[in-house]
């Protein structure tokens, strides 16, 4: 399961700072491209792409409230319906679900799920997602 960290600005990383004022350059339109922001910030955009998907302002992660997770499945009647009984369980409200096809003995299953009722529960959910059958739990998007 992945940990999440509250962390105090003024102790970052440069690199992280400068992350986050390129995904603000973006998002309010003051550039067009993740070139044109990165060179105003003074960040590569290797680094860009690193951090990127791993650093959020604390009040833009309150207000995400579409979130994807990855998941390995042991190929088992029952796991898949757990999975989402749990999610209901903490509020949550599965959009949408992809699976593949199970090979040896494992499937790959990615849910967009919506949080905004699940609120500070949602770590709580990640780490009751890891049960018997469930062998990888990751959150890959939020938006």
């Not at 603000?24 to 339109?29: I, K, P, R, S, T």
């Not at 650093?55 to 833009?60: D, E, H, S, V, W």
């Not at 299953?109 to 009722?117: E, H």
Request: proline fraction near 2%.
């Amino acid at each position: 399961m992945e940990k999440f960290y509250l962390v105090k600005e003024n102790i970052l990383p440069e690199s992280l700072l400068k992350t986050i004022q390129t995904k603000e350059l973006l998002a309010n339109g003051e550039v067009k491209t993740v070139h044109q922001a990165v060179e105003k910030v003074g960040l590569s955009r290797s680094a860009f792409y690193k951090y990127k998907d791993g650093i959020f302002p604390l009040n833009k992660l309150q207000t995400e409230s579409i979130v994807t997770i990855s998941m390995d499945l042991h190929h088992r009647s029952g796991v898949l319906s757990k999975v989402i009984a749990l999610v209901a369980e903490f509020k949550g409200n599965v959009l949408t679900i992809n699976q593949t096809i199970p090979l040896q003995g494992m499937a790959n299953v990615v849910m967009s799920v919506d949080t905004s009722s699940i609120g500070e529960n949602f770590a709580n959910l990640l780490e009751s997602l890891e049960f018997e059958g469930v062998k990888r739990v990751q959150v890959i998007g939020q938006g």
